[in-house]
């Protein structure tokens, strides 16, 4: 609605009024800026922190799953996408323009600078040992810190970020329909679209097909069992929010309960293969149309990294791509304006992502069903 709203406003605004949203697009943007080390930082330390709780070995072989999970389908991605997007996408003058968006592109009527506590990195970097120094200590003043620093992220993620990111992506493209340079990223979007919905497809028919190898079963029928969770995850956009659906037809799948209750939960924080195909798909689409060398040795640092993101990402609507944004920027060079569209072109199809990564929690819970049997005394 925000994509075809900016659009539509774009051939009549006055351009003193549409400058307002430039604005606002200024401030909101050089915001995320500042918030993403801190949305790296409170999502990764803890995450990493927790691997040595709980469950033990059954919780780090669940992570460990999850993890290879997301890498297959983001290396999946990117050699479907590397086959796919020189014949479907060419080069766009206007996307290649945006990496100069001054020479085109209406101007704020101020800006507030907003400098980051410290740059992508570093944040990552701290994480890491943060979140390993948390795992391996007996003191819990620290991990109990970052568990409410994770909390103060994840609000802000739900509470100011999300809600404000359809006015963002409005002010992006009535900014660009106003300057004229807008129909060639909107058919972009379209054939996007397309392409990751069809690879969702196969991803979930070969999550499918390993789990019932694995677990005995016929993968088809594991598959169609999950549908429900899948339809609701469509309406929900949020992993956690399906929960109880996907519990449920994970049940119907066979799984014990003592599994069921402790992998779904799970994975509806760590397992986000679905929006893991999604972002590698959009910036590969985003980086070809710029004309932007799309290169394997490039994407493999970028996949690797981004599975640890996906890991730690939280289970909201929109929580993927904001935890990925910081790769984005520091790996692959995205400026304000592209990020602005990989999050536009992201939130989009978020439906289906969701969809996706809720039904493959299902694949992992046959798969952890046989490796741990009814070994697990208890789930909470």
């Known amino acids: 609605m925000a994509i075809a709203a900016g659009m539509l406003f774009g051939q009549f605004l006055p351009v003193p009024v549409a400058r307002i949203f430039v604005t606002f697009n200024s401030l909101f943007g050089n915001f995320l800026s500042f918030a993403i080390p801190l949305i790296i930082l409170g999502l990764v330390a803890p995450a990493i922190g927790e691997l040595g709780k709980g469950a033990g070995k059954l919780l780090a072989i669940t992570t460990l799953i999850a993890y290879a999970s997301t890498l297959f389908s983001s290396f999946f991605t990117y050699l479907s996408g590397a086959s796919i997007f020189p014949h479907l996408l060419s080069v766009d003058a ?40 948390i795992s391996n200590i007996a003191g819990t003043s620290l ?34 329909a106003v300057s004229g340079h807008v ?22 028919l070969t999550q499918f097909i390993i789990a019932g190898s694995i677990g ?14 899948y339809a609701t995850a469509l309406g929900t956009q949020s992993s956690a ?3 109880p659906v996907t519990l449920k037809q994970t049940l119907t799948n066979g799984v014990s309960r003592n599994i069921a209750v402790f992998v779904i939960p799970l994975c509806a924080t ?35 990294m981004l599975g640890i993101a996906m890991v730690a990402a939280p289970g909201v609507p929109g929580g993927a791509i904001m935890a990925a944004l910081g ?53 909470n």
């Open 241 to 243: 929010a399906t929960i």
């Open 327 to 379: 790769l984005l920027q520091s790996m692959l060079g995205f400026n304000d304006t592209l990020q602005a569209l990989m999050i536009a072109l992201y939130i989009a199809m978020d439906s289906f992502g969701t969809a996706c990564n809720v039904t493959g929690d299902g694949a992992i819970a046959v798969i952890m069903d046989k490796i741990a049997g009814k070994e697990l005394p208890s789930a």
């Open 183 to 204: 129909m060639g990223i909107i058919g972009m979007f379209l054939k996007v679209i397309v392409v990751i919905f069809v690879l969702h497809i196969v991803l979930l």
């Open 94 to 133: 206007e996307l290649t323009a945006i990496d100069n968006p001054e020479d085109f592109m209406l101007t704020t009527y101020f800006a507030i600078e907003m400098p980051p506590l410290m740059d992508i990195m570093t944040a990552l970097l701290l994480s890491f040992v943060l979140g390993l120094g």
């Open 270 to 304: 760590i397992h986000l293969s679905g929006s893991a195909m999604k972002i590698v798909a959009c910036a590969m689409a985003i980086m070809y149309m710029a004309g932007e060398p799309v290169t394997l040795s490039v994407y493999t640092g970028f996949i690797m």
């Open 216 to 229: 005995g079963k016929n993968p088809f029928r594991l598959l169609r069992n999950m549908l429900p969770a």
């Open 143 to 176: 991990r109990n810190f970052f568990i409410d620093f994770r909390s103060i992220v994840t609000k802000l993620i739900e509470v100011v970020i999300i809600p404000l990111l359809p006015l963002h992506i409005f002010g992006i493209f009535l900014n660009m």
